[in-house]
């Protein structure tokens, strides 16, 4: 179970700040889901009619926090060393490799976002249950 504190509400949603843990101090990739020395802000659905200064307890099952680190760190590796691969294939030099793996690149992070907006739709990668705390 994570913690949060509602910073915001508006038009059906919630918006959170996760409490940093000893974990996120060590990690290597804050920026990722820091804004600065802060948590970036997440929106969740507000169900169960969260205010502006509530704490929460959110619970995401461990397949989706995978789930989403593979989105976020391997697919757009992935797709460098495809890319590399495949300008290095239709031109063998080095210069075209790069190239290649850098529209590889791009197109991996143009999927994550496409993947992003497909799967707000669907209740995959949000919270299995949310409690107010206090």
Do not use: W
């Not at 063998?92 to 496409?114: H, K, N, R, V, Y």
């Amino acid at each position: 179970m994570d913690n949060a504190t509602v910073k915001k509400v508006e038009s059906g949603y919630a918006f959170i700040e996760m409490e940093i843990t000893s974990g996120c101090r060590d990690c290597e990739n804050r920026a990722v889901c820091m804004a600065g020395d802060k948590p970036a802000l997440t929106r969740i659905e507000n169900k169960i009619g969260l205010t502006e200064g509530d704490r929460i307890e959110l619970d995401i099952p461990p397949k989706e926090k995978i789930t989403a680190g593979f989105l976020l760190f391997i697919l757009p590796l992935l797709f460098l060393i495809a890319g590399y691969y495949i300008g290095y294939m239709i031109k063998p030099e080095e210069t075209a490799g790069i190239i290649g793996g850098i529209i590889g690149l791009a197109i991996g992070l143009s999927d994550i976002i496409l993947l992003q907006k497909l799967l707000k739709k669907t209740s995959y990668l949000k919270p299995r249950s949310v409690r107010k705390i206090s």
